[in-house]
C-alpha cells in the first residue's frame, strides 16, 4: 500500500542514535500502530517489546535477526520480520526509508 488513510499521526519524532534514526508514529482507528522512518548510514542495535515486520521502501542495508549468525542484504526494497522481546542488528549503507507494524499477539 502507497499511502494510509484516515490515520492520527504524532507530531513529534521519535529519534535514536544522535538523530540518525528518526520516525513519526501513526495510529489507526482499529488500535493498530506504525512508524515511518529514514535511518543514515550506520550500525544499530534495537530492541523489541511486540514482534515488528520492517518494510524497506528504500535503501541498502544487512540485517542480523535474533538467533540467526548469516546476516541479510537489503538493496532497494525488502521486507524481514522481528520476534517480540528480542534484539537485532543492521549495518545501513545508504539512506534508507522505511515502515514498520507493530504486531501484537
Given at each position: ?7 492520527t ?13 528518526s520516525?513519526r508514529?501513526?495510529l489507526?482507528a ?16 534495537f530492541?523489541t ?8 521502501l528504500?535503501g541498502?542495508?544487512k540485517v542480523?535477526?535474533?538467533?540467526e ?7 532497494g526494497e525488502?521486507?524481514f ?6 534484539k537485532?542488528?543492521l549495518?545501513?549503507a ?8 507493530y504486531?501484537?499477539?
Amino acid at each position: 500500500m502507497s499511502q494510509y488513510d484516515n490515520v492520527t499521526v504524532i507530531k513529534k519524532a521519535n529519534l535514536y542514535f544522535d538523530g540518525k534514526v528518526s520516525s513519526r508514529t501513526v495510529l489507526f482507528a482499529d488500535g493498530t500502530k506504525k512508524t515511518l522512518g529514514i535511518m543514515l548510514p550506520g550500525d544499530y542495535e534495537f530492541g523489541t517489546d511486540a514482534k515488528e515486520i520492517m518494510e524497506i521502501l528504500a535503501g541498502e542495508l544487512k540485517v542480523l535477526l535474533p538467533g540467526e549468525t548469516e546476516w541479510i542484504s537489503i538493496s532497494g526494497e525488502g521486507e524481514f520480520t522481528v520476534p517480540a522481546n528480542s534484539k537485532f542488528k543492521l549495518q545501513v549503507a545508504s539512506i534508507t526509508d522505511y515502515a514498520c507494524s507493530y504486531i501484537q499477539e
